[in-house]
């Protein structure tokens, strides 16, 4: 037997994988190296496709027993989704059904779900739950709506069974330093905070110091990576042992501000870190905070590390790529 991997050349997907091979489990990496990178692939094997090929997608299942299927391969930048939502729509939607059709074709019933609090919209209470209202803002929020919406579909109708994980903002690298975050163009925080230390950056830029928050900046929910790895490892292991489909928040449940993250970054770093304060972005709330509760009564998820541990391991993650 034998675990599908789509997106797993990806930031998160490529540390699943890593975790999954270290259990013991064997891996098929599936991705189209649009934003993937081949090296972070060093388990298991590699397989260079897009989802749109349903030919490759059968061979794959066939030549492989896949007992279940981990699923990173969307396109994840919100503002690239609003200026072509097509793009957004083609593969995070389309090429989902395409999967789940190839799954159903194979007798393939177990699939954990790469989503995200950009289902949420923005928030008319905190912190974030399960069952609060989904109202996403953009289409990249709404592309991985309507794919928990299809999962919901295809369980009650083909008895598909998934676990679709909400993750706030993953962050961090491997703690051995292997594998980490390669975005390109790079949109997350700490990484800029650590180009701004290492000299790639001559600055970082913090966008609205007026927000009713400790310290007037965006405070927002850090996950490590390696987290988010062992949270996706214990869904895969709930729906093993006959869990129910269902849906999961994902965040350490304390929220971090802008000014505390690059503080973090120069206490790790010993570096000066040169700060512009500019304008607020539009749409950016000045809270994000989600509740885990839920992931930790029923899969028993724990996340690990705080932001400095994320900070770290992505300083170091950086020094050996730079």
Same mark, same amino acid.
């Given at each position: 037997?034998?675990?599908?991997?789509? @997106?797993?050349?990806?930031?998160?997907?490529?540390?699943?994988?890593?975790?999954?091979?270290?259990?013991?489990?064997?891996?098929?990496?599936?991705?189209?190296?649009?934003?993937?990178?081949?090296?972070?692939?060093?388990?298991?094997?590699? %397989?260079?496709?897009?989802?749109?090929?349903? !030919?490759?997608?059968?061979?794959?299942?066939? !030549?492989?027993?896949?007992?279940?299927?981990?699923? #990173? $391969? $969307?396109?994840?930048?919100?503002?690239?989704?609003?200026?072509?939502?097509?793009?957004?729509?083609? =593969?995070?939607?389309?090429?989902? %059904? =395409?999967?789940?059709?190839?799954?159903?074709?194979?007798?393939? =019933?177990?699939? %954990?779900?790469?989503?995200?609090?950009?289902?949420?919209?923005?928030?008319?209470?905190?912190?974030?739950?399960?069952?609060?209202?989904?109202?996403?803002?953009?289409?990249?929020?709404?592309?991985?709506?309507?794919?928990?919406?299809? #999962?919901?579909?295809?369980?009650? $109708?083909?008895?598909?069974? #998934?676990?679709?994980? &909400?993750?706030?903002?993953?962050?961090?690298?491997?703690?051995?330093?292997? +594998?980490?975050?390669?975005?390109?163009?790079?949109?997350?925080?700490?990484?800029?905070?650590?180009?701004?230390?290492?000299?790639? &950056?001559?600055?970082?830029?913090?966008?609205?110091?007026?927000?009713?928050?400790?310290?007037?900046?965006?405070?927002?929910?850090? %996950?490590?990576?390696?987290?988010?790895?062992?949270?996706?490892?214990?869904?895969?292991?709930?729906?093993?042992? @006959?869990?129910?489909?269902?849906? #999961?928040?994902?965040?350490?449940?304390?929220?971090?501000?802008?000014? /505390?993250?690059?503080?973090?970054?120069?206490?790790?770093?010993?570096?000066? +870190?040169?700060?512009?304060?500019?304008?607020?972005?539009?749409?950016?709330?000045?809270?994000?905070?989600?509740?885990?509760?839920?992931?930790? /009564?029923?899969?028993?998820?724990?996340?690990?590390?705080?932001?400095?541990?994320?900070?770290?391991?992505?300083? &170091?993650?950086?020094?050996?790529?730079?």
């Amino acid at each position: 037997m034998a675990i599908l991997v789509t @997106g797993g050349a990806g930031y998160v997907g490529s540390h699943i994988n890593k975790m999954l091979a270290q259990k013991g489990y064997d891996t098929i990496v599936y991705d189209n190296l649009v934003y993937g990178h081949e090296e972070a692939v060093r388990w298991g094997k590699l %397989i260079k496709a897009d989802l749109a090929d349903a !030919e490759t997608l059968d061979k794959v299942f066939k !030549e492989n027993k896949i007992e279940a299927v981990f699923h #990173f $391969a $969307a396109y994840a930048y919100v503002g690239e989704s609003v200026t072509d939502p097509a793009k957004y729509y083609t =593969n995070n939607v389309t090429n989902t %059904i =395409n999967l789940l059709d190839a799954m159903r074709r194979n007798d393939c =019933n177990k699939i %954990i779900f790469s989503s995200t609090c950009a289902t949420y919209g923005t928030p008319e209470k905190l912190p974030l739950t399960e069952d609060m209202p989904q109202n996403p803002i953009s289409p990249y929020g709404a592309s991985k709506l309507m794919v928990e919406r299809i #999962f919901k579909d295809y369980d009650r $109708a083909y008895g598909l069974k #998934f676990a679709a994980l &909400r993750y706030f903002n993953a962050a961090g690298a491997d703690p051995d330093g292997e +594998i980490g975050e390669q975005h390109d163009p790079e949109t997350h925080l700490i990484p800029l905070v650590l180009d701004a230390a290492s000299g790639k &950056r001559t600055d970082i830029k913090v966008f609205g110091t007026d927000y009713p928050t400790k310290d007037g900046t965006c405070i927002r929910d850090y %996950i490590h990576v390696w987290d988010l790895a062992d949270a996706h490892l214990r869904a895969f292991e709930y729906l093993k042992n @006959g869990g129910a489909s269902d849906f #999961f928040n994902l965040g350490n449940e304390c929220g971090t501000s802008v000014l /505390e993250i690059i503080e973090a970054a120069r206490k790790i770093t010993g570096k000066e +870190i040169a700060v512009i304060n500019t304008e607020r972005r539009e749409g950016d709330p000045p809270v994000l905070v989600g509740s885990s509760a839920k992931a930790k /009564e029923i899969l028993g998820w724990n996340p690990q590390f705080d932001v400095e541990k994320m900070c770290e391991d992505a300083w &170091r993650f950086a020094a050996r790529t730079s």
